[in-house]
């Protein structure tokens, strides 16, 4: 399995000074990882490795990707009589979800997705059920004008786009943000109100203003659901509620198989045939159906590229909808320091503080774990700033987060000195992902749609590019889009294709 994951710790050298050192993830102590673990009486599959035979026992349905959708999608169906096989690449659930707990510290490293936005019903059901708590994200916002930290109000900025977007009415024929914030918003807002919604595109949907519809965009932020701004995490982060899911399948129905790289879809009307290899070994197996939950950037590779997944006869009828969508590019760094120094600066002036941006600084944006005291910032960047220091080795990237964080506090504070270690995972060069979340190019209306769309009640497609029901680019989009697929197949089932029923109740 490639590498995809770097720490890096200080250690003290023999005259006392420290220097950054990195080490492999030691993925034992991850939430998700975890998980291999919890199933070693429940689940044989996950934890123990087949016997070197290619041919696998059919099975009913098989889900690629234990991501969220993946798992969304096998809890709905652990409850019918079918037999299901869940295959994932990695070595762990959760996909684009990745908690680590270090000793220490009190609030989880989330490489990946950390915050809910809103309250989707999707993720507050789940968390409801699950017994985990979903901590509000508040705090002050701090925003450097001419050199100076200052407070910002996001809420009045915001409400001022959002009126901008009403009042000039969403576009007729769809363009460009860039185009459309120039020609037509720039005139109706301050300047700070330009900046904030160049800002939010890049940073907030991971796209590239020049790339992203405009008409997407305006539907997206002036939605009902827009106006509650309010954000959560969930305690212990995405992890915990993932394990949950996993560990509450059922292990008559569901077989859960890690270490699966899957190579090749060969499908017909109800016949799948997969291939792939599973820890040095060539693998097949069988299903009448599938639900598909790859990432949008590795359905969208050629067939012949590195780490595709091949469909024979391949994909015609998504190859408009993956045409008009974008895996979006971001970047965090979780920086952890000695003390949370911040709090200590100007007689405790950022003690409440849950955000910091600097829109000129290669990453421009921070936040805090507000409510939550710790002594750990997180650095985001993202869009084509993302995209251009993902080129880059992840020391660099480190050190790009450091200097980011020197020019917000203007040399108030001696970074070095606080600095402990930096964690970050590069989405874009990871091969079982290929971005971040995705985002709708100009002229893509229906594109979400037409991505979910079943293909011969035999493919069925989930994942947050497939959704279309207003959670887009999120884990409820990827939750809810996993629900809908089992429930679209099941429901096909139901029909009596298959000459079986799901369970009742």
Known sequence: MPWVGRAYTLAQSGRGRCRIVSAR??????????CTALFADTVNPVTRVNPPHLVADPVDVII???????????????????????????????????????????????????????RPPATFSLLREAGVRALGRTGSRWFVNDGELQPSDRTALLGEVRNAMLTSRRPSHDLSFHAYLNDRLAKRLSADAVTLAQRMVEGYDAADPRRASARA???????????NDASYRPQDGYGALLAWLAAGLRESTVQLRLHSVVRSVRWSDRTVQIEGDRLGHLFRVRARRAIVTLPLGVLQRPSTASGAVRFEPPLRQKRAPLASLASGAALKVILRFR???WERMQQGRYRSAGFFQAPGAPFPTFWTCHPLHAPVLVAWAGGPRAQRLSRLDDDAIVQCALSSLKRLFSGAADIDAQFEA???????RDPFAGGAYSYVKVGG?????ALAATLED???????????????GTVAGALQSGVRAAHELLQCVGRGDDGRKPKSG
């Open 458 to 472: 035999t493919l069925y497609f989930a994942g947050e590019a497939a959704d279309y029901e207003g959670e887009t």
């Open 217 to 227: 965009i305006v539907d997206e932020w002036t939605g009902e659901s827009t106006g």
């Open 445 to 449: 209306a229906g594109a979400r749609k």
């Open 64 to 118: 690629i990707g234990a991501g969220a959708a993946g798992l969304a999608a096998a809890r709905e169906l652990s409850r019918s009589r079918l037999s299901v096989l869940v295959l994932e690449a990695r070595d762990r659930i959760g996909g684009r979800c990745w908690s680590r707990h270090e000793p220490g510290l009190a609030v989880p490293i989330e490489y990946g997705a950390e915050f809910i936005h809103g």
């Open 422 to 428: 930096a964690y970050v995972h590069n989405w874009q």
């Open 339 to 341: 003390h949370a120094f």
């Open 25 to 34: 993830q030691d993925r034992r102590r991850l939430v998700s990882g975890v």
